[in-house]
Nanobody, 119 residues
């Protein structure tokens, strides 16, 4: 059974930092690209960042302007998102995501972790 479990969210003041983690199990983590996606209150899902399975490539939504860093530890089956210089508009539920499968892929999501940026 594929499982993605996020942690690390919370309440932080503007300008602060948080590090999100996503513990993966039930599939060969090192074989799949992993992503973070967020959903702000009252809005749709927004892709945030993706990291390739071999850690060679990372992509980010342009609006982040270099404030977030995605990383992974394939030995620990864990995905991370380091978030710095947080802004109120970063308030959202953050989900980790993977499309898993050999011939046909199935999208998997974690339960999400709430990040609230407020003074």
């Amino acid at each position: 059974e594929v499982k993605l479990v996020e942690s690390g969210g919370g309440l932080v003041q503007p300008g602060g930092s948080l590090r999100l983690s996503c513990a993966a199990s039930g599939f060969t983590f090192s074989s799949y690209d992993m992503s973070w996606v967020r959903q702000a209150p009252g809005k749709g899902l927004e892709w945030v960042s993706t990291i390739s399975c071999n850690i060679a490539g990372t992509k980010y939504v342009d609006s982040l302007q270099g404030r977030f860093t995605i990383s992974r530890d394939n030995a620990k089956n864990t995905l991370y998102l380091q978030m710095n210089s947080l802004k109120p508009e970063d308030t959202a539920v953050y989900y980790c995501h993977a499309d898993v499968g050999l011939v046909a892929t199935i999208p998997y999501w974690g339960q999400g972790t709430q990040v609230t940026v407020s003074s």
